[in-house]
């Protein structure tokens, strides 16, 4: 491998696709991103585009530099495909609520510690597509960062324990479980689970020359947008954590020992020799955008008196639902009354996140979590000093600064790992 080699991450994450690559010494030396056209309508056709145009955009000199490229994607959000690797089903996105039934019966046959459980579950979502597309092709069940993968290999039918966890793999005994058969589950669409930074394949041939990448290009197994986006902060001690401030909030704290309590949408991710506790609620910055346009939220951000609390006790949901710190199909939005004033409307909102994400890390130290010793803050609402500041006040905790906060940068670190495996 040549000391010049570069490593490719792209996240797919829930307003649109980012691409960063890295050199040897983790030296970030591109980035790119490409908007969703609509966010709320995603598709894997869109997916691709969103990737095919970071692609060409990419100089060409950069790309024969590649030696890795591994992807991540958006927790739970799952299609089926045919032998080919074509869409044989709609998909359904990390936060579609439809397959509720579904839920219900996967909770009485699931163990309770089982990533499958609750309204998050993949697996759920699997059961409705199944019972949706009945008569279709169905070959591969797949997620978002699967399908990418398998179409940048021609190599479907792959996958990663982090994305899995959710889909029902057992990550502590390394398996997919027996109770699968209660469920009528058909095993052979199920994806060959590999940890995140494996080499699996080197890319096709054609997509090789369609882009200009190096024929020996190696595919590696990622994981979610959220644990990416842990793994580029630097985090890496017992007890730190990461709060992720994008579209949604979601939280990880390093753990020796997992946990895992669907009653709060709690689960596990395995991370090297220990654990990934924590849950994404539904609430966060998509919320923000639905009253205010980026640049009001520019505007007034200067303006914001974070050491002055609003009292506005809001629970700011874009949805009806939330899944933690605790699990709740049927929650609603709280956020009223408005103020006439926008900018105690929008701190009001903050400070309702902010006391979310305190809830989250309180939820976890009741179920045994490691005493919390630090939150690093990645995602766009990491960059708001303000909301910062009123984060440290509901948290009381050491607020440290990410080595970086990007997911791409962060799945970009596990395509350099799987190379050198």
Not at 11 to 17: A, E, K, V
Not at 96 to 106: H, I, M, P, Q, S
Request: hydrophobic share 40%.
């Amino acid at each position: 491998m040549s000391n010049d080699s570069l490593y490719a991450g792209v996240d797919f994450g829930t307003s649109g696709c980012r691409l960063v690559l890295i050199d040897r010494q983790k030296n970030q030396v591109y980035h790119q991103q490409q908007r969703y056209p609509h966010p709320e309508k995603q598709s894997p056709e869109v997916w691709w585009e969103s990737l095919s145009q970071l692609l060409l955009a990419c100089p060409v000199n950069l790309k024969q530099k590649l030696a890795a490229i591994a992807i991540d994607g958006t927790s739970g959000t799952l299609l089926l495909a045919d032998k080919e690797g074509n869409p044989s089903s709609c998909n359904l996105m990390y936060n579609d609520a439809r397959a509720r039934d579904e839920a219900k019966l996967v909770s009485v046959i699931a163990p309770p510690e089982s990533g499958a459980q609750g309204t998050s579950s993949s697996l759920a979502r699997l059961m409705w597509l199944l019972k949706h597309y009945p008569n279709a092709p169905h070959r591969y069940v797949l997620h978002q960062a699967d399908w990418i993968m398998g179409k940048l290999a021609n190599n479907y039918g792959h996958s990663d324990e982090n994305n899995c966890l959710k889909l029902g793999y057992d990550s502590v005994k390394g398996q997919w479980p027996a109770w699968f058969a209660d469920l009528s589950i058909p095993l052979n669409v199920l994806p060959e689970v590999h940890k995140p930074a494996s080499n699996i394949a080197t890319v096709d041939e054609q997509i090789a020359q369609q882009f200009a990448l190096p024929l020996n290009l190696a595919i590696v197994t990622g994981t979610t947008d959220s644990i990416a986006a842990f793994i580029a902060t630097g985090a890496t001690k017992v007890g730190e954590a990461v709060t992720s401030l994008g579209s949604t909030l979601a939280i990880k704290l390093i753990s020796d020992t997992p946990i895992f309590a669907p009653e709060y949408g709690v689960y596990s991710h395995r991370l090297g020799g220990n654990w990934l506790i924590g849950g994404a609620s539904n609430s966060g910055g998509a919320v923000l955008l639905k009253y205010f346009s980026p640049q009001q939220l520019t505007a007034m951000t200067p303006l914001l008196k974070p050491d002055s609390p609003t009292s506005l006790s809001y629970y700011p949901l874009l949805k009806t639902g939330e899944r933690f710190p605790f699990a709740d199909p049927d929650k609603k939005a709280r956020l009223t009354p408005r103020p006439e004033n926008d900018i105690l409307y929008f701190q009001g909102i903050l400070e309702g996140i902010a006391e979310i994400e305190a809830q989250a890390y309180q939820r976890l130290a009741e179920l045994g979590a490691p005493e919390l010793r630090a939150v690093y803050s990645v995602g766009g609402g990491s960059k708001n000093t303000a909301w910062t500041t009123i984060r440290q006040h509901k948290l009381q905790i050491k607020m440290k600064t990410p080595d970086n906060t990007d997911a791409a940068y962060g799945v970009a670190l596990l395509a350099r790992e799987g190379s050198h495996r």
